[in-house]
């Protein structure tokens, strides 16, 4: 054996278990960090932190409703963040899942409520329900789909498009809500539709508390993604086109076809995150229905490290501070805003994970977050 082979270093290949304790390594302190920084924020204004932070666990976990409430919250964060991981996957920033899951949530709604009357009669819940998830989810696919399509055959950005379809789709909606779509009850003094027939509901998974099958929902979709993405060949492609779509199309994949497909997918789980709240929690839509749940689904997926199964503690992380702000307020005097503050914290410190690793003088810590490959 020559010298230089044997002076050559060893690659040890790093375990599955070393590398999933390197991914989480830098989001978990993040989390630290910005809770850190919101307890100096706190106590600059002469409350007490330890009380604030005990009001927002009792308020997100201390008892089975508060739980409930939780994953009631978490739900929808699930999809959304979901829709999104999978296009940053595809190397796209979807900006628009809030437009997304108000279009599937309007879908739904009518569904739930106008299919008894176009069919004459009751429809079996085993025939309603299904029509009104799969209704809300191709509303948002088709609403996630345009952006796709013109980034596809013009060039156009992702974000600038999803955003401005954004306002369309709130608008639009806004308008359906006090217009035709609006529930004609003479007791009804709102912009919001009518409720929907009783076989369009999802049940709910305990009898007391409002926790609904929606959550089971949520979580076969994760493990439906991480399988598109890690076993199939369109999750290939999306992955390709994702870390370099100039090589992906050197290679005989057509990058505009993935980019639709991908943005299509990305919408149809926003708009199912719209479907699954009017037939789980509301019954109904409404202006101010989805309180930015399309926009925390960015937070989501990028404290989730843009992966499936990342997603779900980051959903239950968001839902479990938005459900125990109330509580934190009541016990400690601590505006409830407070937690768009540690929201915006912890967005900050994921997408800044070069100022975490500084910070913590970590190595090693897995690679650094790559989102989109710039405006190409």
Known sequence: ??????????????????????????????????LLAGAAVIALAGLDPLLAYLGLWEGALGSPRALSETLIWATPFIFTGLGVALAFRAGLFNVGAEGQLAVGAVLAAWLGYALPGLAGGPLPAVLHLPLVLLGGALGGAVWGAIPGWLKARTGAHEVINTIMLNYVALLGVGYLLNGPLRDPSPLNVIARTPEIALGARLPRLTGDLRLHAGLLL???????????????????????????PNAARYAGMRVGRTFVVAMGLSGLLAGLAGAV?????????ELGFSVGYGFDAITVALLGRVHPLGVVPAALLLGALRNGATRMQFLAG??????????????LFVSADVLVRRLYRLRGAGPPLVLTRGWQ
């Open 1 to 34: 054996m020559s010298a230089e082979a044997s002076a050559s270093p060893r690659v040890v290949p790093r375990s599955p278990a070393r590398a999933l304790l390197g991914a989480l390594v830098v989001p978990l302190l993040a989390v630290v960090t910005a």
């Open 218 to 244: 949520a979580l076969v979709a994760v493990a439906v993604v991480w399988w598109l993405l890690a076993r199939t060949t369109l999750g290939f492609e999306i992955r390709a086109v994702g870390a370099n």
């Open 277 to 285: 709240d009017v037939a789980g929690l509301h019954y109904r839509h």
């Open 334 to 347: 601590v505006p409830a805003d407070l937690v768009t503050v540690l929201e915006g914290l912890i967005l």
